[in-house]
């Protein structure tokens, strides 16, 4: 397994914290929803309205068995398993996030449909070669150097004539630098992210078609301003957030999300891609 420096993805405890957050809600363990959950497992810009969305957008349906790239938490496997009725298997490279993934599938009955995995994007080579009936990476591109790998991996595991669904944040110039900390990197030696012009050089390289990109930067952009006032407004932080999962640093992220939307630093796409027949 190659070495991972992102430490804002091993932050111990995840669930503890979420368990006293839910306390907080009035909820619990053994009585929770999807969306409660939905609050701190759905790790990327617009939260569970972009993961509907994207559930819209991928091709498939129930029986089918999906692959979602970078699961995290394992909330948009969950939300995918339960609105289509498919088989979920997730892979994430970090360890806390599948373990407290597979705990709260536990929780809302989900074991037998989702399924978490730790392995690293770059090599699936655990999944046979035309095994998956589709696939989704969301919010994980922009922490993978090794892109042509990402998605030839992505490409073999899939069946021919199946989709796969891209939801990142993309550069708006190569020659922007951006503010960090980010959500996904303290740094930019942990943030690889590229131009829309380059992640479909990537794909079509990959050998995928492409058929669909949609530009949804404004919605990102109102999105954080809404989540901002919103922090604002309220007296202490949010019981169940992405603050459990980021910790103190996230004080610091909220301004440079900001920042890089407004400035044009940063796009939010959704490219949707087949595997020719
Ligand atoms: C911003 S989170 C998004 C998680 C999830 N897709 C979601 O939207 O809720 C990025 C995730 O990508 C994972 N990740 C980053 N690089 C990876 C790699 N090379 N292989 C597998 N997972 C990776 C991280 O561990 C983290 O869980």
Redesign the pocket.
């Known amino acids: 397994m190659p070495s991972?420096e992102?430490e804002y993805?091993e932050l111990k405890g995840l669930l503890g914290r979420i368990e006293n957050g839910l306390e907080k809600i009035g909820a619990s363990r053994d009585q929770v929803s999807l969306g409660q959950l939905a609050q701190v497992?759905?790790?990327?810009f617009r939260g569970l309205a972009a993961t509907k969305e994207l559930i819209g957008q991928l091709k498939v349906g129930t029986g089918d068995h999906v692959l979602?790239?970078?699961?995290?938490?394992g909330?948009?496997a969950r939300q995918l398993a339960v609105a289509n009725g498919c088989r979920v298997t997730g892979?994430?490279?970090?360890t806390e996030?599948c373990a407290t993934g597979r705990a709260l599938n536990k929780w809302v009955g989900l074991q037998d449909l989702v399924r978490l995995d730790h392995?690293?994007?770059?090599d699936l080579s655990r999944y046979e070669d035309n095994s998956f009936d589709g696939a989704w990476?969301?919010?994980?591109g922009m922490?993978?150097e090794n892109k042509a790998k990402f998605y030839a991996e992505i490409f073999r595991v899939l069946k021919p004539g199946t989709s796969f669904l891209i939801y990142d944040v993309v550069a708006k110039s190569a020659q922007l630098p951006l503010y960090f900390p980010m959500?996904?990197a303290r740094n930019e030696s942990s943030s690889f992210v590229v131009t829309i012009e380059n992640l479909r050089e990537e794909l079509t390289g990959a050998g995928f078609d492409l058929a669909d990109t949609s530009d949804l930067t404004a919605q990102g952009t109102a999105f954080i301003e809404q989540f901002i006032e919103q922090l604002q407004q309220a007296d202490t932080p949010p019981p169940l957030g992405l603050n459990l999962v980021l910790g103190p640093i996230m004080k610091e992220i909220v301004p440079n999300m900001k920042r890089n939307f407004a400035e044009g630093r940063i796009g939010l796409i959704s490219l949707l891609c087949i595997k020719p027949a």
């Open positions: 991972f992102n993805y497992d759905e790790f990327h979602d790239a970078g699961s995290g938490l909330g948009p892979v994430d490279l970090s996030y392995g690293d994007v770059t990476t969301i919010h994980v922490n993978v959500p996904w």
